[in-house]
């Protein structure tokens, strides 16, 4: 079954088609930046009854001439798919005749480098075809941990943050790119919406997901997306049974640990326990953002939030 993480992966391409040109840099190659694009049917099944899609395909139409990008999200490797990589290019040149290039996007190092393997099809003595992908993982997009940064490119923030999500700078990438959505203007809501979905979805079933959605919440309640109407919902359900203000404490207070079990941060039994037993959702906000930066602990408790004892 498709994953929502293997839909963010290309789906990023379709929203900013000149993303491949910016993120094909880090892999030392220099394609010309689209002045359109064209998003084609993803549909390569012939007459026959096999049905064969590609996940993204786009035509680039570039000052120097077209091409096809073929993307494709790699989860792990899979021997079966060099061959149907080969296929896909053989046949949308066909249908086409626009030069094709294929970008393999994967999360996980292991499979980007399995990705990247030049495969020869036919005889040793005479290849027949040559599969050259351009894979984009981990270590090919660099870590966008700076808001100002992020806010000249969010798209490629989205994609650093995706592809980093089981590195410990994801955090770090999540909270940059939280405040360069935050500065969008209000005309950029819908735009901020579909990024805030994709970021979602990349993250897939990791604590980093968590950590997206607590900053949603408490930074980006005011975007009107899927994913912030479900939180609001969530909340709602949660505070007709426990009550609004202790529900959301609960929550922000599950968020934290969560993070700083990311980040490495160790938490005594007696810190958690101040944790879970805060019931003010302002002091949680407080203690989840020194959380983002601190080192330890009494970092996140310093002077200036409530320094208690839980009762």
Known sequence: MVSSSHEALHRIFQQDPGLFARAA???????????????????????????????????????????LLAVESQGEPDGRKPASWAYYLSYVYAKYRIPPVLLVVCADRGTAEWAA???DIG???????????????????????????????????????????R?????????ALAKALKGLSADDES???TFIELMEQGLGKTPAADIWRHLMAVDLSFFQSETAQKLRAEGRAEGRAEGQAQGQAQGQGRGLLILLGHRGIEVSEADRERIVGCGDPEVLTLWFERALTATSMAEV?????ETGPAE
Not at 167 to 175: E, K, R, T, W
């Open 167 to 175: 590195d410990p700078d994801a955090d770090a990438i999540l909270n």
């Open 301 to 305: 408790f310093a002077a200036g939030g």
């Open 25 to 67: 840099r880090n892999l030392g190659v220099a394609f010309p930046p689209p002045i359109s694009s064209t998003e084609l049917s993803t549909d390569l099944t012939e007459t026959q009854p096999l049905e064969r899609r590609v996940d993204t395909l786009l035509r680039m139409d570039t000052e120097d001439g077209s091409f």
């Open 117 to 119: 393997r030049q495969v």
């Open 123 to 165: 005889p040793p003595q005479w290849p027949a075809l040559t599969l050259r992908p351009l894979v984009l993982g981990p270590d090919d997009v660099p870590v966008i941990d700076s808001p100002a940064e992020a806010a000249r490119d969010i798209p490629l923030t989205v994609l650093s943050a995706a592809l980093h999500r």
């Open 191 to 193: 735009t901020a919406g």
